[in-house]
């Protein structure tokens, strides 16, 4: 997770615990805790929303969906805002949508209310660290508490920047959640031994991890990350998501400077003016500046030669000359099998959720995909009137 803060439930139970014991001959005085909730003020202006929270939250789930930030449920190291009611309504009934009923249709409706965290808490801002320069897209507290960000920054119709900055997060931090709980076997630790960067994760290139056999940069960082980001990832992203990093992990990867500020990676390589030398040869360029996302074969001439090779060059591009530029796979030289690698982690945490939580991963993530597509403006616009229509 992106940053992990652990209370110590045990030891103020078992001083609690301890304080009653003292005196359990005694007779006890009226609860300080009533029975009764407090009642929803009906003439808020949040009244439907509260009412919503409580039937389909606290109600079900035992679960506290704070909208409304407070000093002391937001780290006071960071400059935040709360989340506006509209962005927060949102966000409740997608989490709703995407989150909890594929989980009670798929595992056990007893399952989020035993094991789901116990607050998930909305802040309308980023969250920058400014030691590492990351953002944090969530926090999971101690298996109790969930935090997410940016929710003012919502986009209805964008999926992937919403699994990027709401349900990818969740899933990761409720896998924290859940591995905290039974832990995942060991022999996950052990299948990238070596690759780990702690420090500078954040500096890594999408496609140079995938051939390292990791799903994300950030899985990258630590063993017990890279658990989290498998299963997150291999629940949210598209199938056609999936084939591009597995296409990735397949490739060799070069820097054309490691030293720069903003090393440009890639897969291909090409000489200048096709003359074969070592001093002639050059990187290709990528085709999106954002992701250092290289040419991949969609750039790409294919041409498969009488022996079943393939040749390359590139579309509508020459080199000086006016002739095509041909171009060369990168030598996969890191001695990781990516794909591999991938394949495993994804059947260790399969098996361990059928194993520790009788729990079909796939039929989660088929589950969750299918409702993925459902998802755009007018679509949530649909689930908010169960909000609205309530008198």
């Known amino acids: 997770m992106k940053a992990n803060r652990f209370f110590n439930i045990f030891a103020v139970s078992a001083a ?26 009906k003439d808020s202006y949040t009244y439907q929303f509260d009412t919503w929270l409580k039937q389909n939250y606290l109600d079900p789930y035992n679960l506290e969906f704070r909208y409304k ?12 805002v ?16 995407l989150w909890f009923e594929p989980y009670n249709d798929i595992v056990d409706p007893e399952f989020l209310k035993q094991y789901g965290p116990r607050i998930i808490h909305l802040i309308g801002s980023p969250a920058f660290n400014p030691t590492s320069g990351t953002m944090i897209l969530g926090l999971a507290e101690g298996g109790i508490k969930v935090t997410l960000f940016r929710v003012n920054d919502m986009n209805l119709e964008d999926m992937d920047n919403l699994n990027e900055m709401y349900f990818k997060t969740m899933h990761h931090e409720f896998s ?40 994300s940069t950030y899985g990258s960082s630590e063993t017990r990350e890279d658990f989290a980001e498998t299963i997150a990832n291999y629940i949210v992203k598209t199938d056609e998501q999936l084939a591009r990093l597995y296409e990735l992990a397949q490739r060799g990867w070069e820097v054309e400077d490691p030293d720069a500020l903003e090393p440009i990676y890639s897969c291909w390589f090409y000489y200048e003016n096709n003359e074969v030398s070592d001093e002639n040869r050059k990187l290709t360029l990528p085709i999106d500046a954002y992701d250092n996302r290289a040419v991949d074969d969609s750039d790409l001439n294919v041409t498969v030669n009488e022996d079943g090779t393939k040749s390359y060059t590139l579309k509508n591009k020459r080199d000086s000359n006016g002739k095509p530029i041909i171009v060369y796979p990168v030598a996969d030289k890191d001695g990781v099998d990516g794909v591999n690698i ?22 989660l993530r088929a589950e969750v995909q299918k409702r993925q597509k459902n998802v755009n403006t007018e679509f949530t616009e649909q689930l908010l009137q169960e909000i609205y229509n309530i008198k």
């Open 16 to 41: 609690v615990c301890l304080s009653l014991a003292s005196c359990s001959e005694d007779e006890l005085g009226p609860t300080i805790f009533p029975d009764v909730p407090e009642e929803i003020d």
């Open 69 to 80: 930030m407070e000093d002391v449920g937001a780290d006071m190291n960071y400059n935040l």
């Open 82 to 97: 709360p989340s506006t009611l509209e962005n927060s309504e949102r966000l409740a009934v997608l989490v709703k949508y």
């Open 176 to 215: 924290h959640i859940l591995h905290q709980t039974k832990s995942y076997p060991t022999e996950f630790n052990l299948l990238s031994t070596g690759h780990y960067d702690s420090s500078n994760w954040q500096d890594r290139n999408e496609g140079v991890v995938a051939s390292l056999g990791f799903f």
């Open 342 to 363: 991938l394949n495993q982690k994804v059947n260790i945490c399969r098996n361990w959720f059928k194993s520790a939580w009788n729990a079909d991963l796939d039929a």
